[in-house]
């Protein structure tokens, strides 16, 4: 269950990653390298922050592949299928759900405070488009108010996690009510275009 | 005393990230993601590249928390007064001297050469700057010729601190020395507008 | 023979991110930090990710050396005379192919699966060039498709040599082998404008 998640959720990534590139005009190298660090930009600057070693994509070797065929395949068709980019948030909000909350636990696990493991969950579920939109030469949308929460989902997740696993609920339970915190936060923003203000306007 | 720098330098640290992030009309995410990269960028940076583990903001999760709050209130603020910008650089000044000492120290102290601990110190002081507009989509202000000398100022500190200490002038002394010509030379680059010229035109 | 390669390859990187930072105005701080990311990005990306310490150039402190006299002659000159952009070319070229076998090889020792040795080559002999030109706020020329054939040399490369490497070929003749293909397949790419077009147009 968790493994289809997971690979999901770095198919997703990828295929964010391509459209992004393709929207730039990107040759094959610039689509696979940008899918490359939307699918692991975010877990990989967990992993070199906390010091976990071999990375995740190391360790799992297939997963690469994996973004080389999507990039391949997304490639090769001439014009991306509308539905595509439709039911693109849909993976990808169980992506942030799954990222977030296994960057959280692995930060608490590394002895981490629990403030600064909220922020590694956001982190692993969100920097991966963060890096990938950076190297487009694009003001990450992330960041910017016209975008649905993201971040934010991520964050409120940790915080219930952090909170229960402090109250010593079972630990199983935990994680998947924060992850489908995070899901269902994220398709009602989504849903109702809840974005946060630009500050300071 | 030391502790008290610290904060400071990180406070402004943070709070440059925050009118940067306002100027870009980002979101909140926005405000507190780039105020952490301007608070501990450089000192992440070099703690990554010189696989010093926990990083200092993991080991004293307290700073992220202070970055939070004054996000949060720098945020509230609808319009920035005029003095916090006009007396940024003061403390900022500090905060680049303290680093930039801190950052050589725990180079030399690694076992790293000479030459290279003054560029772990020049690191430590500036990057985080350098990476907050990468991130906000600018050539880094650091690096264009009408900014007042911020780098070559801890160069400056770092050559001094170094060459004292391979005359085995006693330590402490070296460090404050160092840092005064620092906070010294910077002041007198905002003061004068002395700045480098732009190459090759 | 190989200090000499290398050598070149870290001027050369230097002598492109100088350039690359005249194009942008730079003063002599930026000439200087963008000419250390070209020569040292990929290989220190390489290392950060595989997890190996010291750093390359923290433990050949005599390479940042040379990259700041690099930065400092070339900075001097008021016009880069024509031909070293023209010759520029040459030594780049065995350095990527130095790098990027070099890459290669450093990865399948740390016990990386072949297909992400490949790309721990490719990222050793190209991502100094691709830190250095988000850093001047330009869409890496790496990814857009007007730029002859570079990445694609060092994966052809890598796949030769994890292929012949798998056969039990000959080490030391693997290594060169590898590396006469990706300059061979760098020149021919320059002398015929050999591109990848760009996906999705």
Chains 1, 2, 3 share one sequence.
């Not at 699918?39 to 080389?68: E, N, S």
């Not at 977030?100 to 579920?125: C, E, H, N, Q, R």
Request: hydrophobic letters at 55%.
């Amino acid at each position: 269950m968790l493994t289809i998640i997971e690979c999901l959720a770095v198919i997703s990534g990828a295929v964010f990653g391509v459209l992004l590139a393709r929207r730039k005009q990107m040759d094959f190298v610039g689509v696979f390298a940008v899918a490359c660090m939307t699918a692991f930009g975010g877990g990989t600057l967990r992993d070199v922050l906390l010091d976990r070693h071999p990375l995740f994509w190391i360790q799992h070797p297939h997963y690469p592949l994996i973004v080389f065929v999507v990039a391949i395949v997304v490639s090769l068709i001439p014009r991306v299928p509308a539905w595509i980019e439709k039911w693109l948030p849909i993976p990808d909000a169980f992506g942030l759900a799954l990222f977030s909350v296994v960057g959280t636990d692995y930060a608490l696990k590394a002895g981490v405070a629990p403030f600064v493991a909220i922020l590694f969950g956001v982190i692993t579920g969100t920097f991966g488009g963060v890096i990938g939109e950076i190297v487009c030469n694009e003001v990450p949308s992330l960041f910017r108010p016209a975008t649905p929460l993201y971040a934010t989902c991520a964050f409120t997740g940790g915080l219930v996690q952090v909170t229960c696993l402090w109250w010593q609920l079972p630990f199983d339970i935990v994680l998947w009510v924060s992850a489908g915190i995070v899901v269902l936060m994220r398709f009602a923003a989504l849903r109702y275009q809840i974005c946060l203000r630009a500050i300071g306007t």
